[in-house]
Nanobody, 114 residues
Framework: QVHLVESGGGLVQPGGSLRLSCAVFGSSSSSYDMAWYRQVPGKQRELVATISSGGDTNYADSVKGRFTMSRDNRKNVVVLQMNSLKFADSARYYC????????WGQGTQVTVVL
């Protein structure tokens, strides 16, 4: 069974940075695309960024130029570097493989506050 474990969230001021990590247990993630999603209560989960097995990335317009997704296939980890954070980035962040959709992990909360 595959487990996704997200970490790195927290409280941050506008303009600040956070680095989220997602560890994939029970499967090698290197062969397929991975993605970061976010969700706020009462809203649908939103796709934030994707990375292909070859390292090509795509970003939602709302985070383009501020967020950077990367992966370390040897460690089975994907990372989301978030810079210039805004209030609108406050959400619970999750990782998953978009073509497979494993059981969701617990996510990691990002809260942007003054």
């Amino acid at each position: 069974q595959v487990h996704l474990v997200e970490s790195g969230g927290g409280l941050v001021q506008p303009g600040g940075s956070l680095r989220l990590s997602c560890a994939v247990f029970g499967s090698s993630s290197s062969s397929y695309d991975m993605a970061w999603y976010r969700q706020v209560p009462g809203k649908q989960r939103e796709l934030v960024a994707t990375i292909s097995s070859g390292g090509d990335t795509n970003y939602a317009d709302s985070v383009k130029g501020r967020f950077t997704m990367s992966r370390d296939n040897r460690k089975n980890v994907v990372v989301l570097q978030m810079n210039s954070l805004k209030f609108a980035d406050s959400a619970r962040y999750y990782c998953n493989a978009p073509q497979i959709l494993y059981e969701w992990g617990q996510g990691t909360q990002v809260t942007v506050v003054l």
